[in-house]
């Protein structure tokens, strides 16, 4: 009997640890053990990422050049066969393992596994639901980050790296001394470019002992330090001015060639210029100084392969001064003079003035017989641009670019193709613009002005989001982030960072975001531009506001409220103030509704005052929210009608006014914010039963919806005709119009349900069903994925489950034979409807029901009118097109139509006058 009590009681102690370690690994040790992995691929190392468990370091050398891309360094790999197949061993184990039952512990051993067979897409996939499962744990997200790093490689997808780093932050959060998370956040931020690297490098040796890994961070600390002291222009200036005064050629070279670009914009925007002040001031000793500076620099970037176009400009004053021609030299010192001034009225954002200048300088310089006109002629393009004369925009950089002389100086037609780029693109033009940013990006390749090419990069992934091919922005975008540091402009790296932490929010990544963000607000801070710095704060607070933090969101705005006080314009103020209203606002929404409404309220009232239109369609819905809190529903319903009533003026008001600028509120932002004002509403009204009028707003967003179509229409466009579209029908009005046997399907996607409205002749039916828009959206995508790889199982699988969501909860209403009209909603505009397969009957909808589409109820009625309206006559004319020839480097995921040919030519033979286009 004792002997079995002590056996009882080791069981239980035995019983007990298990219990305390099960969440870990368990008693029976699982087949996800990390350590077996290790032991199978011995002393070597995995990847250039760092992965945890204890796998060893081995020295991975970094790619050679600079050639473009997501280039990490390469680790070789030297398994033996014992060890690739014991590894392989590990994988059949670990996939068998990873059921629907496995453990975190487990799902985190298959994705290494699987990240050491080379597959980070499977791995990603385990990680992502081991982490799910044990959210706490900061090994399972650095190991993520580390599948995310080495498939950004694999892949060339600089997504992943802002993948990757937010993984590292939030490892970091959970466990902030954590060697692999600091690791990988430190190879993320560096392979993204960003400054903030080298600190990063160093806290990975702060917190790692001596060791093999902290030696890798400090070469890499120290390397990106060196990187930072030698891009130091206003340290190497110096040196050129002295290079110049001593005669030493040599030096001079070597200083231009590391700062081309800045060498030439010093000479053509400071050096020329003070020499015409100098000379007409009767300063000859400082005007010889300046034009020895002028000639040594500018044949120094012509002699080292840049354009030469500053060398000969330089020449012909050095011709003219030493024939004597005074009258000549005059016109010469008042032309570059005058160019001298626009370019600081430029810099003081005094449009017109700068205007008025350079078009004296390109009279006088073109009278002089001076190359230098063409530049000044850029410049007033440049102006044109910005002040949204885009014909005359295109006229002037016509001047330049059709001129056969100028092929031979890239950087000005580099600077005049930039210009036309942008015009295209405020044009809605995007393939043209495309064209002009390629051609832009490889004259300045050729004038080896790297500067400019980073900047090209950046224009260039605006240019492809504009179209929809993120990928390939992204691809842009990292090139433009990696060369951030070579910028020597504060704007510039301002604008591209801005671009990245944007692009990285919209990826659904703030955490990253607001790292990226970070770095464009230090930017700003060394700049001393107080505009700079506010605006970057206040994006900062947006960030942050995402990211949750509120206290320091109000801190940021605090800060930007500061800022501005210091230049003295009030709307801005305001508006900030505003901004913390509205926050102050969030804080107290969930303890003090009340008071939160007060601060909500008088946010709009700021905001209207200001004419701040994004925030202000915002804080009408924190209004309706506030009331929502304190139950009283139908102030919520007059909040929200409000904002939408508001937000529909403005639109009204740009589409009438389409040759005005529209600043930067009417973007994605501004449409996401109007969208969220319907959804409350639609929410609302859903949860009352208020079918008819929940329609009626639908039907307002469908109608209002053309009008992002619209306000991509080019900005010259005299009369925009969706403007007859936008004004919605009533839901009794098109009760009483419906044709005979014709059903309307109308939809909205809300994040938790799908809305669904039938209407016929004299009826109006609202169904509500538990569906959140991400439901959807997902099938939609993998229909397309088992579209594009032929998978003819998956395919019918996704339109039989696209028809149970979209058709089966209204199927009750409707009767075989009658037309239906579909208004789809946000993703559903890609569902091919009559294509969805009913799972019991086995026929397509097509099959039972004539399909059409529309994009609004409002918009088919008008149809229906036109088309009566044509009954009776002989339409004769037609204007066909098929199979239409597009760049596949504007859009590399199109393909051509291989039916669309035979299909344009019988459309063509029903019309005798058509003209047909292939």
Excluded at 678 to 707: K, V
Aim: net charge positive; glycine share 6%; proline share 4%.
């Amino acid at each position: 009997m004792k002997t079995d009590r002590v056996l009882t009681k080791r069981r239980l102690s035995a019983w007990m640890v298990c219990l305390a370690v099960l969440s870990w690994s368990g008693c029976n040790r699982p087949p996800g053990d990390i350590a077996d992995l290790v032991r199978a691929f011995g002393g070597h190392r995995p990847a250039a990422a760092r992965l945890t468990g204890g796998f060893a370091h081995e020295p991975c050398p970094e790619p050679l050049g600079e050639a473009p891309g997501v280039r990490l360094p390469r680790c070789p790999q030297r398994l033996d066969r014992s060890a690739a197949r014991e590894v392989s061993r590990q994988l059949v184990r670990l996939r068998a393992a990873a059921g629907p039952q496995a453990d975190a512990a487990t799902l985190h051993a298959a994705g290494l596994a699987e990240l050491l067979a080379g597959s980070p897409e499977r791995a990603i996939r385990r990680l992502t639901e081991a982490s799910s499962r044990a959210p706490a744990d900061a090994t399972i997200l650095s190991d993520l980050a580390a599948a995310y790093l080495i498939r950004a490689d694999a892949r060339d997808d600089a997504r992943d790296l802002v993948r990757a780093l937010t993984r590292t932050l939030e490892a970091l959060q959970r466990d902030s001394s954590l060697r692999e998370a600091l690791f990988n956040k430190a190879l993320a931020l560096e392979s993204l470019g960003l400054r903030s690297a080298a600190v990063a490098w160093r806290d990975v040796s702060r917190f790692e002992p001596a060791s093999e890994w902290t030696a890798e961070a400090q070469s890499h600390a120290e390397r990106l330090a060196q990187e930072a002291l030698a891009r130091r222009w206003r340290v190497a200036l110096s040196g050129l001015e002295q290079a110049s005064q001593q005669g030493d050629v040599a030096g001079t070279r070597a200083i231009v060639a590391k700062f081309p670009q800045a060498c030439r914009l010093f000479v053509e925007e400071e050096v020329l210029p003070g020499w015409a002040v100098a000379y007409r001031a009767g300063r000859g000793s400082e005007a010889r100084a300046r034009l020895a500076l002028a000639m040594s620099a500018a044949n120094a970037l012509r002699e080292t392969g840049r354009d030469p176009l500053l060398a000969v400009a330089v020449a012909h004053v050095a011709t003219v001064q030493r024939d004597g021609d005074t009258a000549k030299l005059d016109l010469l010192a008042v032309g570059f003079a005058a160019y001298g001034t626009g370019v600081e009225a430029y810099a003081a954002n005094q449009i017109e003035q700068a205007v008025e200048h350079f078009e004296k300088a390109r009279r006088l310089l073109t009278v002089a017989g001076s190359p230098f006109a063409w530049w000044a002629t850029v410049q007033l393009a440049n102006g044109d641009y910005r002040r949204e004369k885009y014909a005359e925009t295109l006229a002037r950089l016509a001047e330049v670019t059709d001129q056969p002389r100028t092929a031979v100086y890239p950087s000005l037609r580099g600077r005049a193709l930039w210009i036309e780029g942008v015009t295209r693109i405020s044009l809605a033009q995007p393939a043209d613009a495309l064209r002009a940013y390629r051609l832009s990006l490889a004259s300045f390749q050729a004038a080896q002005e790297q500067e400019s090419e980073v900047t090209l990069h950046a224009l260039l992934a605006d240019a492809l989001d504009y179209i929809g091919e993120e990928r390939a922005a992204w691809q842009q975008r990292h090139l433009a982030l990696r060369g951030v540091r070579l910028l020597q402009s504060p704007r510039r790296r301002l604008a591209v960072l801005a671009d990245g932490a944007a692009a990285a929010l919209r990826l659904g990544e703030p955490e990253s975001a607001l790292h990226i963000q970070e770095e464009a607000v230090n930017v700003a801070r060394r700049s001393g531009d107080s505009l700079d710095l506010a605006e970057g704060l206040r994006v900062r607070a947006a960030i942050q506001l995402q990211c949750r933090d509120q206290q320091s969101t109000i801190a940021s705005l605090r800060e930007a409220e500061r800022e501005l006080k210091k230049l003295g314009d009030p709307a801005l103020e305001q508006a900030v103030a505003g901004d913390l209203l509205d926050i102050e606002g969030r804080l107290l929404l969930t303890t003090d509704p009340r008071r939160a409404l007060r601060q909500f309220t008088a946010a709009t009232r700021a905001f209207e005052e200001t004419d701040f239109r994004v925030r202000l369609a915002e804080s009408y819905l924190h209004q309706a929210l506030a009331h929502l809190t304190l139950k009283a529903p139908s102030h919520a319903q007059a909040a929200l009608d409000a904002g939408i009533s508001r937000v529909e003026s403005e639109w009204q008001w740009t589409l009438t006014h389409r040759s005005q600028s529209l600043g930067d509120d009417f973007g994605r932002s501004y449409t996401d914010k109007r969208r969220r004002l319907f959804d409350e509403m639609l929410r609302l009204l859903t949860h009352q039963a208020q079918g008819r009028l929940a329609f009626d707003y639908a039907e307002r967003l469908h109608s209002w919806s053309l009008l992002d179509q619209a306000l991509r229409l080019p900005v010259s466009a005299s009369r925009a005709p969706v403007l007859d579209t936008v004004r919605p029908i009533h839901h009794q009005a098109l009760l009483d119009q419906l044709p005979l046997r014709t059903v309307l399907l109308e939809y909205a996607q809300l994040d938790d349900r799908l809305i669904t409205w039938t209407l016929r002749r004299g009826s109006l039916r609202m169904t509500v069903t538990p569906l959140g828009q991400n439901a959807l959206d997902d099938q939609v995508k993998r229909f397309y994925a088992a579209l594009a790889a032929g998978q003819s199982a998956s395919i019918e699988q996704s339109l039989a489950m696209l028809h149970s969501f979209l058709i089966a909860p209204v199927l009750r209403d409707l009767s075989r034979g009658e037309t239906l009209v579909i208004v789809p909603d946000r993703s559903l505009a890609a569902v091919p409807f009559s294509a969805l397969r009913d799972r019991s009957t086995r026929r397509f909808l097509v099959q039972d029901f004539p399909v059409s589409l529309a994009p609004s109820a409002t918009l088919y009625l008008q149809a229906l009118r036109r088309d009566r309206s044509l009954a009776g006559q002989r339409v004769r004319r037609a204007l066909v097109f098929g199979d239409p020839d597009f760049d596949p480097h504007v859009f590399p995921g199109l393909r051509r139509l291989s039916g669309a040919v035979a299909e344009a030519i019988a459309v063509a033979s029903l019309y005798p006058d058509s003209h047909l286009l292939l």
